[in-house]
């Protein structure tokens, strides 16, 4: 009998070896398991520290923008002077301080500054671990280190000589430490053993604390979060003989007060004079799409159809007792999500009425939500298995910048290739001018003995801005006046460059900040350009502008001097 002619097997035979597959299958994820258990903790948490590492370090040497250049000018004050500084900027100083320092000892180029945001974004993967493993599970730590490792957010901001990436990583501690705290079982001081055995939710309060007054003197949204978290402590004292968890809920936020206290008058000063006169009114969509784009990039649709389809699963398989609000009932997974959630919607709120909303700002909750990602992924095997796909992901977001990291210098701003071309025409006393509110980044990569001026008539420092009323004041100055004198000082094949934004990205170009400074442009370039005096002999423009986040155009002048009867010829023929 050949194989052909052989019987067919009986359907029970079928059957069990369906049964005998489903079996090896479960087989093989036990043992996955099994070998999952076996490894370290300090093993998987330093390989996923190499994978950042392999993803951010090639970031290191892209350019300066604005604000990168704005933190370099500030951080290099005398540590006493930066208050005041911080005074025409509107940010609170922890980030300025700490960067004074590192540049005290590493120096103030692009490698040396982004390094110190490089050790932050790092320094958050064995706290998003801890994060998640004291609120949840060590399962859960294991995917809250892996989220942290492959954010896109920390990648890009663990790269960036700003505040974002030391915001995050404060802002997972103070989330855990108030939860643990809110939830920490009463107990009263016993004396025991010739010693104090205190309430062991002071620790808690102790480092909830401290981490959140950390993240408002970090940055100003952290009022939103901070804000949150105690407007969550009150809602889950529902008994109103509860007085003890009512008492921690008051003693944190009277804490907390207290100790950002001190920065208070100089927080009101920034609402009131500076603030962010550049950010627009976020639409209903913004708060929707931004969040995800910021903590997701490319990857925000795999994360919103792995997050849909787990809640779903979660759902349906729910069998425990109805959902209530209490700080002791409800789990920690609710309660992070509604903290997250909830900051971010009060970000959204206050910016219908101040200017406050940035994509960026949104890292006060988008870092803390890798934690409650973490839990959520492991919830349920499906969502263990969504987990592995989003990782990917989002560490797939990265390739382009691994691939071709020189493509990628000038991503931010093209300033340091404008002045790069500039810089064989300049000498000391030439004359940079701008529209633009981004002095410090221009008189950062060019040589120094330069003079600055903008429509407003002559910066004596060009390392800081003053944001105070900007837009008004940038509306009442008038170029041909107050640029009158500076130009005519310029000496004959003297240079003046003329920087001008050739866009604003996203939607800046509504606000009017970026209108006024639009106008200003105009009316500062005209004011040059009908000038016989001065003549353009350098033009440098970006190839792609869709490249560059906030791409910029120099014009070289030189003061030709020509006589009247030159000067009349060379008006009429000019175009």
Same mark, same amino acid.
């Given at each position: 009998?050949?194989?052909?002619?052989?019987?067919?097997?009986?359907? +029970?035979?079928?059957? %069990?070896?369906?049964?005998?597959?489903?079996?090896?299958?479960?087989?093989?994820?036990?043992?996955?398991?099994?070998?999952?258990?076996?490894?370290?903790?300090?093993?998987?948490?330093?390989? #996923?520290?190499?994978?950042?590492?392999?993803?951010?370090?090639?970031?290191?040497?892209?350019?300066?923008?604005?604000?990168?250049?704005?933190?370099?000018?500030?951080?290099?004050?005398?540590?006493?002077?930066?208050? +005041?500084?911080?005074?025409?900027?509107?940010?609170?100083?922890?980030?300025?301080?700490?960067?004074?320092?590192?540049?005290?000892?590493?120096?103030?180029?692009?490698?040396?500054?982004?390094?110190?945001?490089?050790?932050?974004?790092?320094?958050?993967?064995?706290?998003?671990?801890?994060?998640?493993?004291?609120?949840?599970?060590?399962?859960?730590?294991?995917? &809250?280190?892996?989220?942290? &490792?492959?954010?896109?957010?920390?990648?890009?901001?663990?790269?960036?000589?700003?505040?974002?990436?030391?915001?995050?990583?404060?802002?997972?501690?103070?989330?855990?430490?108030?939860?643990?705290?809110?939830?920490?079982?009463?107990?009263?001081?016993?004396?025991?053993?010739?010693?104090?055995?205190?309430?062991?939710? $002071?620790?808690?309060?102790? #480092?909830?604390?401290?981490?959140?007054?950390?993240?408002?003197?970090? +940055?100003?949204?952290?009022?939103?979060?901070?804000?949150?978290?105690?407007?969550?402590?009150?809602?889950?004292?529902?008994?109103?003989?509860?007085?003890?968890?009512?008492?921690?809920?008051?003693?944190?936020?009277?804490?907390?007060?207290?100790?950002?206290?001190?920065?208070?008058?100089?927080?009101?000063? @920034? $609402?009131?004079?500076?603030?962010?006169?550049?950010?627009?009114?976020?639409?209903?969509?913004?708060?929707?799409?931004?969040?995800?784009?910021?903590?997701?990039?490319?990857?925000?649709?795999?994360?919103?159809? &792995? #997050?849909?389809?787990?809640?779903?699963?979660? @759902?349906?398989?729910?069998?425990?007792?109805?959902?209530?609000?209490?700080?002791?009932?409800?789990?920690?997974?609710?309660?992070? %999500?509604?903290?997250?959630?909830?900051?971010?919607?009060?970000?959204?709120?206050?910016? @219908?009425?101040? +200017?406050?909303?940035?994509?960026?700002?949104?890292?006060?909750?988008?870092?803390?939500?890798?934690?409650?990602?973490? %839990?959520?992924?492991?919830?349920?095997?499906?969502?263990?298995?969504?987990?592995?796909?989003?990782?990917?992901? $989002? &560490?797939?977001?990265?390739?382009?910048?691994?691939?071709?990291?020189?493509?990628?210098?000038?991503?931010?701003?093209?300033?340091?290739?404008?002045?790069?071309?500039?810089?064989?025409?300049?000498?000391?006393?030439?004359?940079?001018?701008?529209?633009?509110?981004?002095?410090?980044?221009?008189?950062?990569?060019?040589?120094?003995?330069?003079?600055? %001026?903008?429509?407003?008539?002559?910066?004596?420092?060009?390392?800081?801005?003053?944001?105070?009323?900007?837009?008004?004041?940038?509306?009442?100055?008038?170029?041909?006046?107050?640029?009158?004198?500076?130009?005519?000082?310029?000496?004959?094949?003297?240079?003046? #460059?003329?920087?001008?934004?050739?866009?604003?990205?996203?939607?800046?170009?509504?606000?009017?900040?970026? @209108?006024?400074?639009?106008?200003?442009?105009?009316?500062?370039?005209?004011?040059?350009?009908?000038?016989?005096?001065?003549?353009?002999?350098?033009?440098?423009?970006?190839?792609?502008?869709?490249?560059?986040?906030?791409?910029?155009?120099?014009?070289?002048?030189?003061?030709?001097?020509?006589?009247?009867?030159?000067?009349?010829?060379?008006?009429?023929?000019?175009?």
């Amino acid at each position: 009998m050949t194989l052909l002619d052989s019987p067919k097997p009986p359907a +029970h035979s079928s059957r %069990a070896r369906e049964r005998g597959v489903v079996a090896a299958a479960d087989g093989l994820w036990q043992a996955a398991r099994r070998w999952e258990s076996r490894i370290s903790d300090g093993f998987i948490l330093a390989l #996923l520290v190499v994978v950042a590492l392999v993803e951010r370090v090639p970031r290191l040497g892209i350019r300066y923008w604005g604000d990168e250049a704005i933190s370099v000018g500030i951080a290099g004050r005398p540590l006493h002077e930066i208050p +005041h500084y911080l005074g025409f900027d509107g940010s609170p100083p922890l980030w300025y301080v700490l960067l004074h320092w590192w540049m005290a000892a590493f120096g103030h180029s692009e490698v040396a500054t982004h390094s110190f945001s490089l050790l932050v974004s790092l320094v958050a993967i064995p706290v998003a671990w801890w994060c998640a493993d004291v609120l949840f599970s060590r399962r859960a730590a294991r995917a &809250a280190a892996l989220l942290a &490792a492959v954010s896109p957010y920390l990648t890009y901001y663990g790269t960036e000589t700003r505040m974002y990436a030391l915001l995050g990583v404060l802002s997972m501690v103070a989330v855990t430490a108030t939860i643990r705290y809110y939830r920490e079982p009463a107990s009263a001081t016993k004396w025991r053993g010739g010693g104090w055995r205190g309430d062991p939710s $002071l620790r808690w309060l102790a #480092l909830a604390v401290v981490a959140s007054d950390a993240v408002l003197y970090t +940055h100003n949204w952290g009022l939103f979060l901070i804000g949150v978290l105690f407007l969550s402590g009150l809602l889950g004292v529902r008994r109103r003989g509860d007085r003890t968890r009512l008492r921690r809920v008051v003693g944190y936020g009277a804490a907390v007060g207290l100790g950002y206290l001190p920065w208070v008058p100089s927080f009101v000063s @920034q $609402l009131r004079n500076t603030g962010a006169p550049w950010a627009a009114r976020p639409h209903l969509i913004d708060l929707i799409v931004d969040p995800f784009n910021v903590s997701f990039s490319a990857a925000w649709w795999v994360v919103v159809a &792995a #997050l849909i389809t787990a809640f779903v699963v979660k @759902q349906a398989t729910y069998k425990g007792p109805r959902w209530t609000w209490s700080t002791a009932a409800i789990s920690p997974l609710s309660f992070g %999500a509604f903290i997250v959630v909830g900051t971010v919607f009060c970000g959204w709120i206050a910016s @219908q009425f101040v +200017h406050a909303w940035a994509p960026r700002y949104v890292g006060v909750a988008a870092v803390p939500a890798l934690v409650v990602l973490g %839990a959520f992924f492991t919830e349920h095997r499906i969502g263990r298995r969504f987990l592995l796909v989003v990782a990917v992901s $989002l &560490a797939a977001t990265t390739l382009p910048v691994l691939t071709d990291p020189g493509a990628f210098a000038d991503s931010k701003s093209n300033v340091a290739a404008v002045d790069q071309a500039v810089r064989p025409h300049m000498a000391p006393g030439d004359l940079v001018v701008t529209a633009l509110a981004e002095l410090p980044i221009i008189a950062y990569y060019l040589p120094a003995g330069l003079r600055y %001026a903008t429509p407003l008539g002559v910066v004596s420092d060009p390392r800081v801005i003053d944001w105070k009323h900007l837009p008004t004041r940038l509306q009442a100055a008038v170029p041909t006046r107050t640029l009158a004198a500076v130009l005519a000082s310029v000496p004959v094949g003297g240079h003046v #460059l003329v920087i001008n934004p050739v866009t604003f990205a996203g939607t800046q170009a509504a606000t009017q900040y970026a @209108q006024t400074v639009s106008a200003e442009e105009v009316a500062l370039n005209q004011d040059i350009i009908v000038d016989p005096d001065f003549q353009s002999v350098l033009f440098v423009r970006p190839h792609d502008v869709g490249a560059i986040a906030n791409p910029v155009e120099g014009i070289l002048y030189v003061r030709t001097g020509l006589p009247p009867a030159a000067r009349a010829i060379s008006s009429s023929v000019a175009p």
